[in-house]
C-alpha cells in the first residue's frame, strides 16, 4: 500500500504529545501523531455514518468535530 508521506513542521504542545504517546502505546512521536489523526477520521466516519443511518442530515446541520 503506498501512502503520501511528506515532512511537516509544527509547534505542537510536547505535553500533548508525551501523554498522546503513553495513551496510544506509540514509541515515537510520529507514530503518536498519525494514530490520533487516524483517530480524528475514525471519528468523522462513524459520525456520518451514524448520521446517514438516522436520517438527521440536513443542508443546515452543523458538523461538529
Known amino acids: ?4 508521506v511528506k515532512r511537516k ?8 504529545i508525551k501523554r ?3 495513551i496510544l502505546g506509540a514509541s ?7 494514530a490520533a489523526l487516524d483517530l480524528v477520521v475514525f471519528r468523522r466516519e462513524i459520525l ?5 443511518v438516522a436520517g438527521n ?3 443546515d446541520h452543523p458538523r461538529a468535530i
Open 9 to 16: 513542521n509544527y509547534y505542537l504542545d510536547e505535553r500533548k
Open 1 to 4: 500500500m503506498k501512502t503520501n
Open 20 to 22: 498522546a504517546k503513553a
Open 28 to 34: 515515537t512521536e510520529t507514530q503518536a501523531i498519525d
Open 48 to 52: 456520518d455514518s451514524l448520521e446517514k
Open 57 to 59: 442530515r440536513s443542508p
